[in-house]
């Protein structure tokens, strides 16, 4: 384990610790999280459960789908415009949350699963799902938060001067206020007790 709250951790504490939090489900959170925050849902029509494909200003116009998703799906990449069923399109959602967790556990030595709660691990998730895994790994909030500095992780990640900019063709930083306030409600999310 990289850290422990307090000079030590009993083990039956621990033990009564991880059963509360199995009760709670990481990935149900930062699913139901990143979907509430993500924009486009004006491109998903729920009578026809269909979804159309729109350029996101954000990331220099690329095709995406609501709930921020870029990519393929199957084996075809998405295309602007472009229409697809919800049930073709929520399994590849779900899946790319839990391969981001798998990844961020096996990086963190097995501790994203052991040390940090549910709310806290669906708030990295849904920071490492918009900005991305080199975005997130190469930054000075992942080296806090891999060395257990979560004070300072916050800071680096939801603060002011965190993933709340988007970059132009020219490479030109833009401050984003969707962004900031994404940022915020992570760090809440973060920071929420479970119930």
Do not use: C
Not at 76 to 87: A, C, D, L, T
Not at 173 to 194: C, I, M, S, T, W
């Amino acid at each position: 384990m990289f850290f422990a709250e307090g000079p030590t951790q009993d083990s039956l504490i621990n033990e009564l610790q991880f059963n509360e939090w199995a009760m709670h489900d990481p990935y149900q959170i930062a699913e139901d999280f990143i979907i509430a925050r993500e924009g486009g849902s004006e491109y998903f029509d729920e009578g026809t459960g269909m979804h159309t494909a729109y350029a996101d200003s954000l990331a220099n116009n690329r095709p995406t789908l609501a709930m921020g998703l870029t990519g393929n799906i199957g084996d075809s990449p998405i295309k602007v415009g472009q229409q697809y069923k919800h049930e073709d399109v929520l399994p590849v959602f779900k899946d790319r949350v839990r391969t981001d967790y798998d990844m961020l556990n096996r990086e963190l030595d097995g501790d994203f699963t052991s040390f940090f709660n549910p709310n806290q691990r669906a708030a990295v998730l849904s920071l490492l799902y918009n900005v991305g895994w080199d975005n997130l790994t190469k930054s000075d909030a992942f080296k806090a938060l891999k060395g257990g500095d979560l004070d300072t992780f916050k800071e680096e990640a939801f603060g002011p001067g965190g993933f709340v900019n988007t970059y132009d063709e020219q490479g030109n930083k833009h401050y984003v206020e969707g962004l900031a306030n994404r940022r915020q409600l992570e760090r809440e999310l973060f920071d929420k007790p479970l119930n």
